[in-house]
Each structure stands twice: as structure tokens, then as C-alpha cells.
């Protein structure tokens, strides 16, 4: 891992650009160390300086927590294949035709999620042996189709929080039966493009013991701040 900016934050939070081979990455890591550390993912070819995703790390991070995220194989700035490129041409006019999406989802988010989970696990490996960070790892992204594979294959994901908001391909819903560590999923109620009845199956499909959902009315971008606040309360509870 090499860390290629730094920057110390009004907050005294400190934010690091990071490359890891082909992945770049951010770390944003607290005044006080060590730190557990949070995995904070984000999908549909978003980039890790997404203003919505930055402040929800940045906040984390004043709450004392370092907070990782990378970008993924076709995310930001990484190139996208010619197979990608075709499936988003494909979504975007079964959209625009009113046509069914799932199949195209299916397809698609699906070889996206078996090639992140790899760089993800090869990111917590790197993080783990930076002084800065230690103790119980979480996770809290938008990106659940692959929050999900990563709470089923990574032992050292001990809590996580989920948004419901994005296509989970069916097989991740079938694994969600395997996800026993605590979980917080937000669900928007008037999601435009996630039907509400899917999430709540997956919700009830979840494996896990200790399992909470927060609905809130809204669309898709309409997640109350407070949520926010809430998750770290969440993540107070079972990472520190």
C-alpha cells in the first residue's frame, strides 16, 4: 500500500489517498489510534470522492472510526470493459423503453460483485497492518449485493449496515440465509427504482439474530442525516 496525498481535515480528521496496484483508495483515520476500522463500498461506476459517500465517511471518522473505501473495477476513474459499457447502454434503454431491467441487472451486477469481493479482501488485509487501525471491522455501504458476499466470506466482518436501494443479484439474496453478524438495513419507502416488497424479503431472509430496519418516506437519494448518526450508534455497539 502507498499512500500518495495527505491532508488533515478542520475536523482533525486525516484523509490519505492510497494505491494498492490497480486499486486507489481513501482513508480517512481519527485523531486517536488504533481505530476500528469501517469499509465503506459504493457501486453503479460512482467514484470514491462522491460528495454523498465522502461526508458519510468523514463523519464517521470524527466519531472514531478510520474509514476505507477503494474504487472497484469500472468505478471512478478505473477503466470499464467493453462488456460493461454494453450492459449500461443496455439498462439505460430498457429504462427509457419502460422495459423490464432485472435480467440486465442480473447480468451485470453479478460478475461485478465475484471481481470487487477479491480486491476488497487484499484492501482489509493491507489496512489491518497499519498501525493506525485495529479491533472489530464493519462495513456500511450502498453497495449490498456486495456487503452481503463480504459479511458471508470475511470472518473479520463483525457488523454491518445495508441500504436497501440498490439491485441485489438472486445470488445474494440466497446468501443472505448465511449472514448471522448484526445488521442495520435502510430502506427508503418510496424507492423509484427498488421495489419495496424485495427488500423487505431480503430483510427477511437475513440470517442474522440481531437485525434492525429503518424505513424512512422518500426516494432513492432521500436518506434523513440522521441515519447517519444512528449507524454510528449502530457501530458503536458492536465495534467498539
Known amino acids: 500500500m502507498q499512500f500518495t496525498s495527505e491532508q488533515r481535515l478542520d475536523d482533525g480528521v486525516i484523509e490519505r489517498e492510497f494505491t494498492l496496484g490497480e486499486i486507489p483508495g481513501t482513508l480517512w483515520t481519527p485523531g486517536s489510534a488504533p481505530a476500528p476500522l ?38 471512478g476513474d478505473r477503466p470499464r470493459s467493453a462488456a460493461d459499457e454494453q450492459a449500461r447502454a443496455d439498462l439505460r ?7 423490464p431491467v432485472d435480467e440486465i441487472l442480473e447480468s451485470f451486477i453479478g460478475p461485478l460483485v ?3 469481493v477479491p480486491e476488497w479482501q487484499t484492501t482489509l488485509d493491507a489496512l489491518l497492518e497499519l498501525p493506525e ?16 458476499r463480504l459479511a458471508v466470506v470475511e470472518p473479520r466482518i463483525a457488523a454491518a449496515g445495508f441500504f436497501a436501494g440498490g439491485y441485489v443479484p438472486r445470488a445474494q439474496r440466497e446468501e443472505a440465509r448465511q449472514v448471522t453478524i448484526p445488521l442495520l438495513f435502510l430502506l427508503q419507502w418510496d424507492d423509484e427504482g427498488n421495489p419495496r416488497q424485495r427488500a423487505l424479503d431480503l430483510f427477511d ?14 426516494g432513492h437519494t432521500g436518506t434523513p442525516w440522521f441515519e447517519l448518526e444512528d449507524g454510528c450508534r449502530f457501530l458503536d455497539r458492536h465495534l467498539k
Open 133 to 148: 487501525i485495529g479491533g472489530p471491522v464493519g462495513y456500511s455501504g450502498g453497495w449490498t449485493a456486495l456487503g452481503i
Open 205 to 218: 431472509a437475513f440470517g442474522s439474530k440481531e437485525k434492525t430496519l429503518h424505513a424512512n418516506l422518500g
Open 38 to 75: 469501517v469499509l465503506m463500498a459504493h457501486n453503479n461506476g460512482l467514484p470514491k470522492a462522491e460528495p454523498r459517500l465522502v461526508a458519510r465517511a468523514r463523519y464517521t471518522a470524527a466519531r472514531g472510526y478510520a474509514v476505507a473505501t477503494i474504487d472497484a473495477a469500472g468505478c
Open 114 to 116: 465475484e471481481n470487487a
Open 93 to 99: 434503454g430498457a429504462m427509457q423503453a419502460g422495459e
